[in-house]
């Protein structure tokens, strides 16, 4: 009851500081200016940083839930979204239109996203076809499918930034790092139907992820259709991680930390996770927002390293609290 309780307490911290986030950056705007018409303030906060703190919480809180389906359905602490290789077939798109962009110019950034999209979604199926291939649905099989779309989308990112110019080059680069940057309302009204229903959806299945988590033969005798259980819950996953970096590039990291915090504190029930993984995970990321257009302003630092530089030691210390208890394999 204690954890429980210095939990929701840094919960409610988090929620205090992502509220706060939006005054928060280059300069200081002050609360009583954002509600006087014409104040450059009030345009700054309106148009700009409000927009893209929903944006950052969507995207966290998008890929937390992520994570926390794919660590329950591998029983591995060490699962990210970006396992199954939807973050680098994500870039794969968006750096082949990058590369094509002077061909197709009349799509616009819409170009962009659907390809990232379409990138991702393209992986996805590989390792879905490349499971079924091998009969059944095997977990071990689904992961290792994913680790070599992942190596062999990247290796092709790789190739694609060395065909391409100096000035698409740095646009793929840039992009890889993941930023939250110029983002239209019409496209985080698109994020956040996605994030919703993927939410509802695994809120859905939370019972099934519960006995899915327990073993597969468990959850088969309890009723539950595992190979369709999963499908289901691995698309909804990976559409969600699709749409999320098909937006602001991948961001690493989120999906590991945050639902790994919330299981250690809150145990299995998945009824119970999902809001916390999906509440921390959007805070989350709206205070790494905070840090990346903050400390080297006016210049801004691209989110992902900010996630990057927090997940490398937190990846290392899961890694070998995990091994010592024989958790991860």
């Known amino acids: 009851m204690q954890r429980t309780y210095i939990f929701f307490c840094f919960v409610l911290l988090c929620g205090m500081l992502a509220a706060a986030s939006p005054f928060w950056g280059m300069s200081v705007i002050s609360p009583a200016s954002i509600w006087t018409t014409g104040h450059p303030d009030a345009e700054v906060f309106w148009r700009l940083r409000l927009p893209r703190t929903l944006a950052a919480f969507l995207a966290g809180a998008g890929l937390s839930i992520s994570g926390m389906v794919f660590q329950a359905l591998l029983r591995n602490p060490l699962a990210t979204p970006f396992t199954r290789g939807g973050s680098s077939g ?14 197709l110019p009349f799509f616009g950034s819409a170009g962009s996203l659907g390809a990232a999209l379409s990138g991702g979604l393209l992986s996805m199926l590989l390792v879905y076809l490349i499971t079924r291939a091998r009969g059944g649905f095997s977990t071990l099989t689904m992961l290792l499918a994913g680790v070599i779309i992942n190596f062999f989308f990247s290796s092709l990112v790789m190739f694609t930034q060395y065909l391409s110019d100096a000035k698409d080059s740095l646009r793929i680069m840039h992009w890889l790092m993941g930023s939250l940057a110029g983002l239209e309302v019409f496209r985080i009204a698109d994020l956040a139907c996605a994030v919703i229903a993927g939410a509802l959806v695994i809120r859905h299945f939370s ?38 970096v098909s937006l602001t590039g991948p961001i690493g990291f989120v999906g590991m930390i945050i639902p790994h915090m919330c299981r250690v504190w809150l145990g299995w029930s998945h009824r119970k996770l999902l809001p916390a993984a999906f509440f921390l995970g ?8 905070v840090f990346s257009r903050s400390i080297l302003a006016p210049a801004e630092v691209p989110i992902g390293i900010i996630t990057a530089l927090i997940g490398g030691p937190f990846f290392l210390w899961v890694l070998f609290t995990s091994c010592r208890h024989g958790e991860v394999f």
Do not use: H, P, Q, W
Not at 282 to 289: A, I, N, T, Y
């Open 90 to 103: 994500a870039a794969l798109g968006a750096s082949v239109y990058f590369r094509l962009g002077a061909f």
């Open 207 to 244: 019972v099934e992820i519960d006995l899915l988590a327990a073993g597969e033969e468990l959850a088969a005798s309890r009723g539950v259709r595992t190979n369709r259980t999963k499908v289901a819950l691995f698309a909804t996953a990976s559409i969600i991680v699709g749409t999320v």
């Open 282 to 289: 959007g805070c989350f990321l709206v205070v790494c927002d």
